[in-house]
């Protein structure tokens, strides 16, 4: 409960109430908050946590010029009042400015320094002060009693124009004081809770005969319409208590007082209640000005009721202390009446929007027949916001018969002929109608028939949305014509008609709806037509089926003119209904009425494989049927069918239910065309995939590269059941030694461009080895695969290396990534470069597969009798690796492999001439020294550098050619050169 009492009064000082907080139970404060607003309570901690977090995460707004705030002690006394401020003034300038201090400058300023020094006022109401920054400000100004004041007297004392004060009111303890605003704060002392701009109150001797006094006010102000000017009437209604001679009335923002009283130069009113039997204030009222009582100074109680009259429908949120009253004024019943306790609180009407305006939707029956126009309109009116007024628009000839709002019926003006212009019409709600209630009005037209009947829709004011929707019926024997829709109307679906009457159209309007024409005269024979065209395309043409449904009223009917597309063979031919069509005509044995249903069909040619749906055209006596078509595309016969649809897609569910689609077919899409287009659809043949002959599974390649050349076997697992011959494109420098099948070797057909082709035994599945030669040099070797056009699903490479060389694997687009299953030749300090020696593998001839003796082998084709080799061949393609491997795998074929290759016998070589060089600049350097050109720590440091080199390219294990044989040179002989230098100077040293 304590934390409902503390945002009660959170929300009371932050609104600027001008009331004393009151403390209620949670119960209590609940019932009293406004229902439409979402209210959540918490602990104020977590309360000043959100807030402290809402203040840190938005931008700071920047200082601004002006008064930050500061606190005010006033002290008033029999002979005047004294108010002492110190306030913080703020500059957001880069040179001096003025800030305004008072709106009206007090009757006299005693005092004024800004940050210790004398301020200088500038334009008689601001304070000069001398660049950006805060600067604190002091000042002091009083107000001397009148003379002959020892009954008491009233004073109205100017207050700073700052954002927040703190303001205490102090008076001697044998005098009241009373004034608007103030709330005692302890024994002859008050501070006042409103933000105003003056402080307004009143002084006299404790226990005096005179005794508070207090007024309730009456305000009636009338506007047009939400934000623009209007009057205002002010009177007393009832005064208590000791009323002085003379009232000082202020008026709100915006009102400007033009009789009553004695008007002051500031637009506030003198008024002797005493001399007039009657106290009365007119006036104008500002446009955009907020409703508020006025204030009179040294009242105790200035509450009233504020009447507000506005022509045009408008949002009246009431602020806190105004209470809608609920009363009945026969002069002005569009007048909206509130309670409101004290001036401080201000309603600002405001005009209606798509958030708070009025919906109106509205259905109308109309009636033609018999001579006579017969029609009924119904408005549901729905507010977003309370609707206290009702003002409509009616249309001439229409009379109101009802209404009702929430339940309640409404009491009509009173009942005077048809009106044969528009009028107006105004109801007052006795209760306000709460938001999203039915307010509901029923109106009546009847009128004599007539060539041409108007129909004009009701509007009500304020109506931000509204929807129409009008049924216009007619008895057999009348045709009626509506002009096509337009503005904002539009045909809606199907109409139902009433007794004995058949529908004629249905409308639809979502804005205002303009008025609608409609055409009388006696009716022939009525027709009406439905279709439903259905398309099933072929590989040759489309075969199309029209189902139709003729409806005849007024009459009898024996032929109708229809018009179709020319359609292949004998065209279109009637299936049932028992019709003939002949030369665009369908006529039947005998006359009819009602309902007959048709079904044609035909054949229609494809033109670049597109048809066009067809629309049947009806003609009866010159003039066109209207007629509903929907399209049905069906799936084709062996090809493949695409919809193009036009107007509005339906589901399949939507199509008329007295029309089926062929036995065993499948609706693609369906629509209901609304313009000339009228879609169709398309017919292709099938696109097949074309698959790949088969595939090669668990590829594995070994390569052994040597000086004499290189070889390179591949086997894999071959699928592929209708292939007679493989096809394979060999690289440049590449050759096919030997190819085997199953383990046998296979016969090999060669073309003059190089490729060639393995013949294959017919098989599902075979065990496919091909035996290849290619080229092996040390440098960048780039071994490429044999080109076979089928998929690889998964390969590994396994390359041995000959010992007397190093390779290197390269990185290349789509090469097998490959490992060293071995570690790489290797050099030791003063050592050589020698071959890495490994076992040789055995000869492994590749997997020869056993194949059984037909018809129990299950790989066998369909209709191919192989009979297998009778043994294998002495040349079966074998290969054994010796030296250092390298493996990789991958999923697909590799592009093949990438590799440096260097010679050992080249590192060698290398490594021997780096020791000539080195042997020359140790030398060189030896002889340095025997010279004694160069010290004994320099030739440290060279042998150092020299170690530290030569551990370097160990550890790095690269062909560095000369450098490493060099360094090992230069490392000894510059530490000999230094231990000669050294022994040399340790000889002078002792002579």
Known sequence: MRTAIILALAGVVAAGEPVQPVLLPQADLVRRLDPSVEWLFLPVAEWRKLITAADRAMPKPRAGTGLAGGSITIVCTPSGCTASADLVATVDAGTAASVACFADMPERLDALSVAGA???????????????????????????????????????????????????????????????????????????????????????????????????????????????????????????????????????????????????????????????????????????????????????????????????????????????????????????????????????????????????????????????????????IRSAAPLHRIDAAIPAGWRVIAAEAGGLALELPPEDEVQAQPWPLAIALPKALAPGSVATLLLTLER???????????????????????????????????????????????????????????????????????????????????????????????????????????????????????????????????AVLRDGTLTWPAAWSGERLLRLSA??????????????????????????????????????????????????????????????????????????????????????????????????????????????????????????ALPITLP????????????????????????????LPGRTQVQLALRLAHAAAPGDLSIPVPGIALPWLASSWTVAVAPAWRAEVREGAGAMPLTSANRPPRRRLFGSWCPVMHAVDAEIPPVRVQTPAPPADPRLLAGAAVVPPSKAGSDAPVLALHGPRLHGQRIGAPAGLSLRITSLDGLQRADQLGRVLGVIAGLGLLALAMLRRISGWRCLAVAAAAGSGAAGLLLAQVAVGPLLGACEAVLVLSLLAAMLTLRFRRAEVQS
């Open 118 to 380: 004398p301020g200088l006022l500038v334009a008689g109401q601001s304070v000069l002060l001398p660049g950006a920054g805060r600067w604190p400000l002091a000042m002091r100004w009083s107000q001397a009693a009148p003379a002959q004041a020892d009954a008491g007297w009233s004073v109205s004392l100017p207050l700073p124009l700052a954002a927040a004060l703190d303001i205490t009111v102090t008076a001697p303890a044998d005098w009241e004081l009373s004034g608007s605003g103030l709330v005692a704060d302890g024994p002859g002392r008050w501070r006042l809770s409103n933000g105003a701009r003056r402080l307004e109150c009143e002084l006299r001797p404790a226990g005096s005969q005179v005794r508070a006094w207090g007024v309730n006010q009456g305000l009636r102000v009338e506007l047009p319409a939400a934000g623009a000017g209007g009057t205002f009437i002010w009177s007393l209604d009832a005064v208590g208590g000791s009323i002085p001679e003379s009232v000082h009335l202020r008026l709100p923002p915006g009102f400007v007082a033009t009789d009553g009283g004695d008007l002051q130069p500031d637009g506030s009113v003198i008024l002797h209640p005493i001399r007039q039997q009657s106290v009365v204030v007119t006036g104008i009222v500002a446009a955009g000005s907020a409703i508020d009582l006025p204030q009179l100074t040294g009242a105790r109680w200035q509450g009233g009721v504020v009447s507000l009259d506005v022509a045009a429908p408008v949002l009246l949120t009431p602020p806190a202390g105004w209470l809608p009253l609920s009363r009945s004024d026969l002069e002005h019943p569009g007048a909206r009446h509130f309670a409101v306790t004290a001036p401080g609180t201000a309603l600002a009407p405001a005009a209606l929007d798509g958030a708070t305006g009025i919906d109106v939707r509205s259905s109308a029956a109309v009636a033609v027949g018999g001579g006579s126009v017969r029609a009924t309109w119904a408005l549901e």
């Open 448 to 578: 004599s028939q007539a060539a041409a009947v108007p129909l004009a829709a009701p509007s009500v004011a304020g109506a931000v949305r509204s929807s129409t929707r009008l049924l216009i019926a007619a008895d057999p024997a009348t045709e009626v014509t509506v002009s096509p829709p337009t503005g904002s109307w539009r045909l809606g679906p199907a109409a139902a008609g009433g007794a004995g009457l058949e529908p004629v159209a249905e409308l639809l309007a979502t804005d205002d709806a303009p008025i609608l024409q409609l055409a009388v005269q006696p009716r022939p024979v009525r027709l009406e037509a439905e279709a439903v065209c259905w398309l099933l395309p072929r590989a040759e043409d489309c075969q199309v089926r029209l189902d139709l449904r003729l409806a005849a009223a007024g009459g009898a009917l024996d032929s109708v003119a229809l018009t179709l597309p020319v359609g292949l063979g004998e065209g279109w031919t009637v299936e049932s209904g028992g």
């Open 603 to 724: 054949r229609l040619a494809l033109i670049e494989g597109r048809t066009a749906a067809v629309r049947p055209r009806l003609e009866r006596s010159g003039r066109v049927v209207p007629l509903r078509l929907s399209v049905a595309a069906l799936a084709g016969e062996r090809v493949d069918v695409t919809a193009a649809t036009s107007g509005r897609v339906l589901e399949p569910d939507e199509l008329p239910r007295w029309s089926a689609p062929p036995p065993g077919a499948r609706i693609l899409a369906a629509w209901r065309p609304a313009g000339d287009d009228v879609g169709g659809a398309t017919a292709r043949a099938p696109q097949l995939h074309n698959p790949p002959a088969g595939f090669l599974d668990r590829v594995e390649l070994r390569t052994q590269l040597a000086p004499g050349g290189g070889l390179t076997l591949l086997s894999a697992r071959l699928a592929a059941s209708g292939l007679p």
């Open 732 to 759: 440049e420098g590449m050759t096919l030694e030997a190819a085997l099948v199953d383990g046998e070797p296979a016969p090999v057909r060669r073309d003059t461009s190089g490729g060639c082709s393995v013949i």
